[in-house]
């Protein structure tokens, strides 16, 4: 492990956070954890992140969130790789999706993949390394940003817990079809065509349709226009996001077009289903 450095890290009651630095041409060991995620964020160099035997490059947009179990490890390419740890008790994941449903929950899996919105979960982490170097993180406020977190993080990564749509695609047998649900829910902040949907599938762009509409009910473009919308009412409910920032977040290209869509699935304006709440 002389490639890595842990560069600072802070501990909570319930999150740490980390910055780790992986040496140029290199990568740490194959590895997982138990009993906690860890969200990998890029923040300087080429990073390339692997999750169970799949390896990508991410940028400092993207993230990589592993659920306990998920072998993983990081490569550098010709310099120094940094990037940003957070990690999270699983237990208390667990705890703060209860109190979001009123319900108890069992185990959450995220999709380990993401694009967006990493800016937020660095903005709060750097919030709490830097009250921790001038030592005023007081109890309270080391409670309330380790909430903020996994509140921003069951918000934004899909996963089992976003439970109506990843129960429709356990329901569907035909893999194919499957593949196509899983990518547009881990990519539906992204510009998505139907020659892409039909390479995943590996199908026909005129069968995937055909075979979409006959066991999900809905066409893709539909289906992805559902993941976005609720991806979309959870950043109104859950976030101070401004209403721009969602609609480009939840990968729409102009606030019209978001604003269009939110009200044909819901038959009210992002700015009224935030102002009812």
């Not at 993230?63 to 490890?73: E, K, W």
């Not at 380990?112 to 982490?125: D, E, I, K, V």
């Not at 079809?177 to 020659?195: A, G, K, N, T």
Request: proline content about 3%; some cysteine; charged content about 20%.
């Amino acid at each position: 492990m002389g490639n890595i450095s842990k560069m600072l890290t802070v501990e909570g009651e319930q999150c740490a956070i980390t910055i780790y630095q992986v040496a140029a041409r290199s990568a740490d060991d194959l590895h997982e954890h138990q009993g906690y995620y860890q969200m990998s964020i890029p923040i300087h160099g080429s990073t390339r992140m692997e999750c169970n035997g799949e390896i990508r490059e991410l940028t400092v947009n993207e993230r990589l969130v592993l659920s306990p179990g998920y072998q993983h490890r990081h490569y550098a390419g010709d310099d120094p790789a940094r990037m940003m740890l957070i990690f999270f008790k699983e237990s208390f994941l667990r705890n703060v999706q209860a109190d979001r449903l009123g319900k108890p929950v069992s185990s959450i899996e995220f999709a380990p993949w993401a694009h967006g919105a990493t800016s937020h979960f660095r903005r709060l982490a750097e919030y709490a390394v830097l009250q921790t170097m001038s030592q005023s993180w007081n109890q309270l406020d080391m409670q309330e940003t380790e909430q903020e977190l996994a509140l921003l993080l069951l918000s934004l990564q899909n996963g089992s817990h976003a439970h109506p749509l990843h129960e429709k695609t356990a329901l569907v047998r035909h893999p194919a079809l499957r593949r196509v649900m899983e990518y547009l829910q881990e990519h539906s902040s992204e510009d998505i065509h139907l020659d892409l949907l039909a390479q995943t599938a590996e199908l026909s762009k005129y069968h995937l349709i055909r075979l979409f509409r006959d066991q999900v009910g809905q066409t893709p473009a539909q289906y992805l226009a559902q993941i976005r919308i609720q991806k979309a009412l959870h950043l109104l409910q859950k976030t101070d996001l401004d209403i721009t920032q969602i609609a480009f977040e939840t990968g729409y290209g102009s606030l019209g077009t978001f604003e269009r869509a939110f009200k044909k699935q819901l038959g009210v304006s992002p700015s009224q289903d935030r102002n009812s709440k």
